[in-house]
């Protein structure tokens, strides 16, 4: 209930998010559950929560979108809760976590599996189970910390648990002397004279500290067979009077392991690494920071020679030449140079190496004629001649504008030439009744007998009049084309959505070129003397605009279900359907067939149905998700098994079980292994030992027997078992791997040897037994792994055994 509240608020809060944009339908309970229901299977069904691209069964369109959300974030916290439980079930399994940065949920399975070991270590070691809620690492990290630290009976329940008195129940058979019962565990203790091992359990006779009565070090006393000696913590190294400790300059004697980029600084008893500070850098010989000179511009250090030496600026492409200059280094700095000349009427600029515009007027270099203007333009100059007033004009006997002396008649222009006067454009030259003819210099009057161009006289009054040629049928104008008269003319113009061309024709006007006429979804065809608007298929008018069609009005379009789309529409399939070539019908998807090359779409056997699939699974199995996949039956768990043989156990196999007889060997008691039903562990009953007892002494410390079951041929490398020594630095683990026995079930399959299994060693305290080879089952392996310890001067101190049986079973199911 916890989670699909905070599942709802996190739903709530993306819808709200997306409302800002989209225009959602309302979100209720019923499409919250249905929804996020959906999402829930779709995190079982599929590697992702990526890819759902069809719409959700029994949601309406309106619904669709919120629907998806809400599906995607279910699917997102289920899985990150499988994760979780991965992470937790590998941690109280194996002992260590799997390298999944691929798998989505990653991050869940790391915290919950690193939590989990810390809490199972905090238990080992009788630690604080609440140290992690005082610190408030937040979840799900606390939960799994708790969980793992008290045993899963403990998570979120609120009946007291009895403990359990380990002391009374193996009284005389888990501790050497004194066994003291605390709540939930159990501690060891000694006599006085004695002093508990590092096993937590044997009790080993006390011997007198020499170091006690006499201790000469600085440092730490070490007390062996041939008396005491002197020892430096670490970082120190032992002076020469054997007493003394110096502590050891990592920097200066190369052992530093500084990451490239930083400087080593020495400290007591140690070092540590840092980036240097500005105006320093690494020195590669000693590792160490060291000032680096700041050299003035255009110069650069040179850390082989310790000085500053000059920056070829034209080799390191820092000059700032032209394509039409050549880079010349210089020290300090660089030059550029002209490649070619600069041409008449420049001259080079040597500073600078540009070419720059001579002024031949200011220098006086130019050819100009008396009384010019010289004006200077670019490489060159022009001579103008100066402007003279009107009646004069410019001499170049003098340099100056000069009267000019024109003949009766005529006058000077602009440009200083006698010219004819018009008189007769003056008023009153001639009466009324004259007309006035120019001549060259003079003028002459006589009688007016006729009228301008386009008038006609009036035999009534003798005045000249207008001639309405457009009345009269004289004009010129074309049959398509309006006459329209003037003063002493007339005017062809054409009608509305004509133009006249440079011919004097009408020519129809093209509105359609004029730029977005037409409404939206419409296209603009011209007409002669107009244009129309027509609308883009799919779409239909109405007043002045063209609006979309929805063809899903016609139910026969589609078979399935039909979406419209502006100026078309899409037709869909249900779930478990596809769409035909004709864009129209729907056939069925045959979900067996189409996922075969990508491995089997069930456990089982797949029948494809119409629009889905079933499967059908083997014995030992029970059919998941509606039909869609099969889950192993734990017989173990549910308990329908049957195991009637005295100290056997059940252990669950894919598809069956096994019941393996575990009877621990003489001098051992079985002891319980928490929450692992595959693992039974037999512990020594006593860790006392006669002297010389040489068969007591290097029997080991616990012995436990572990179960794995796998199908035939899985994918390699895998981690199979990890096992892990007492953490302390203060001892040293050998390891060893056998194959006692391989037991192939089947003619023709191959039993395997001990190069199947790769044995790996981490940080020495740590094993891990992986694969090499694919197995082929179905058969019977039996491992042994064995953990020598021994302390730092290599003396015996136990051995622990972890058989491993493995029953790789013959089916392929998924």
Partial sequence: MVELLHARAVIIGLILVQCLSVSLGAVDKDLLETCCLKGTQYATDSATCEGYSTTVPGVGVGDQFSCLSILKVCCMKQKQRDQCQSGKTDAQNFGRCAIRDDMFGAEQYKECCNCCQLGLTTRTMRGDCSLLQRENF??????????????????????????????????GHICGQICVNTIGSYRCECNPGFTLHSDG???????PDRCESYNPCQQRCVEDENGISCACNQGYALQADGINCQDIDECASGSANCPQGQGCYNQEGSYRCRACPPGSEVDPATRVCRTVPQCTRGFSYNTATGSCQDTDECAADLDTCTERQRCENTVGSFVCRRILGCGTGYSMVEETQTCRDIDECALGTHNCPNGYECLNIEGSFRCRQPA?????????????????????GREADSLGMCVDIDECKQSGVCLSTERCINTYGSYRCIRDTSCPVGHQVNPLTKACEDIDECTRGVHTCESDQECVN????????????YRRDSQGNCEDINECSYGNICPYNGVCENT?????????????????????????????????????????YECTCRPGYKLNPDKRTCSDIDECQSYSLRGRVCGGACINTPGSYMCTCPNGWRTLGGGRSCQDIDECA????????????????????????????????????????????????????????????????????????????????????????????????????????????????????????DLKVENSAQAVVSLNYRIQGPQDVELELTMQITDLRSRYTGTAVSKIFLYV??????
């Fill in 201 to 207: 359990s044997t009790c080993i006779e006390d011997e």
């Fill in 388 to 408: 003279c007033q009107r009646g004069t004009r410019f001499s170049g006997a003098t340099g100056r504008c000069e009267p000019i002396n024109c003949p009766r």
């Fill in 138 to 171: 937040g979840g799900p990290c606390d939960a799994t910390f708790s969980e793992c630290c008290l045993g899963s009976a403990s998570l979120n329940s609120t009946t007291p648990v009895n403990d359990i008195d380990e002391c009374a129940l193996h009284r």
């Fill in 528 to 568: 002669p003397g107009s244009y129309k608007c027509n609308c883009n298929a799919g779409t239909e008018q109405k007043g002045s605009s063209c609006v979309d069609i929805d063809e899903c009005k016609d139910r026969n379009r589609c078979e399935h279900s039909c979406v419209n789309v502006v100026g078309s």
């Fill in 486 to 497: 003037t003063a002493g003319s007339f005017g062809c113009t054409c009608g509305a959505g």
């Fill in 638 to 757: 549910e308990g329908t098994y049957r195991c009637t043989a005295p100290e056997s156990i059940c252990f669950n196999t894919r598809g069956s079980y096994k019941c393996p007889q575990v009877t621990c060997p003489p001098g051992f008691v079985r002891t319980p292994m928490g929450s692992r039903r595959n693992s039974v562990r037999c512990k020594r009953t006593s860790f006392t030992c006669q002297r010389g007892d040489v068969e007591c002494l290097t029997a080991p410390i616990s012995l436990s027997y572990n179960f794995l079951s796998f199908p035939s041929n899985i994918k390699i490398p895998t981690d199979l078992f990890a096992m892990s020594g007492p953490l302390t630095s203060q001892k040293q683990f050998a390891w060893d791997l056998k194959v006692i026995d391989a037991r192939p079930l089947k003619s023709g399959v191959m039993a395997v040897n001990r190069g199947y299994f």
């Fill in 809 to 814: 079973t013959g089916d392929s199911v998924v």
